[in-house]
């Protein structure tokens, strides 16, 4: 369980719940998130690395990215999530379909033991300042489809869950916290080889999950970047970093296609 909760520590982008922007202090040590430019002669789409909760104690939206996203007529998200949301999750048929959602909760609680919230992730940062600049916010997927993605994940058949004691608890809380806050400082950073061995780990360990959640979808979105290019305009598109990192990245998927991106900070 705490291996899994912790490969899906990944997939907390577009996860959670809408939250208010937090303010950056000009204060905060700087960080330098990686973010990739693709373009022809009439567009310009920036590719920008996202990592869904933040402790709020670094200054990202700055330098390359800021200038950026002033530059683009419009933001795309991986999906448009309602302010307000409720998960619901049901077993039957002798699987657990609810699995993914626990472990992602693991998660989620661990990073917020270390001041990880939501409101502080980038993409609700960006999301609120387009609104607040009047740019157009669209999404990659549907929110219902994000949703349905879970229905496509291969079931596990229901087994007793080896019960932990409040000391086994906490050494997997306490896990989880370390590896939500070193992949933070590598996203700070611009540093994708964490992601990438998290990745290969998933990909090695539940290949079924990995094509449905990363793949599938990275490929798809390549596809709508590629035709987006053949439309004039500046969009600054922003999805979780595990999709731009690896052998399965959007980045790869446009190659692909015959389409080039670089990085530019």
Sequence with gaps: MRKRAIAFALTVAGLTSGASAASIPAALPDADPAIWVINDHDTTIYLFGTFHALDGRSAWFNDEIRTAFAASDELVLETVIPERIAFAAKA??????????????MAMVAGRARGMQAGNGADHVLRHAAEYWGKPVGGLESFTAQLGMFDRLPAQPLRAAPAMNPAQVRATMNDLSLVMGE??????????????????DMRINSPQSYNVMFAQRNAHWANWIAQRLQRPGTVFVAVGTGHLVGRDSVQAKLALRGVRSARIN
């Design 92 to 105: 039957s048929d002798g699987s657990d379909p609810a699995s993914f959602l626990a472990a992602t909760r």
């Design 183 to 200: 992949m933070q400082s590598a996203w700070n950073r611009g540093d994708w080889r964490l992601f990438t061995t998290m990745l290969t």
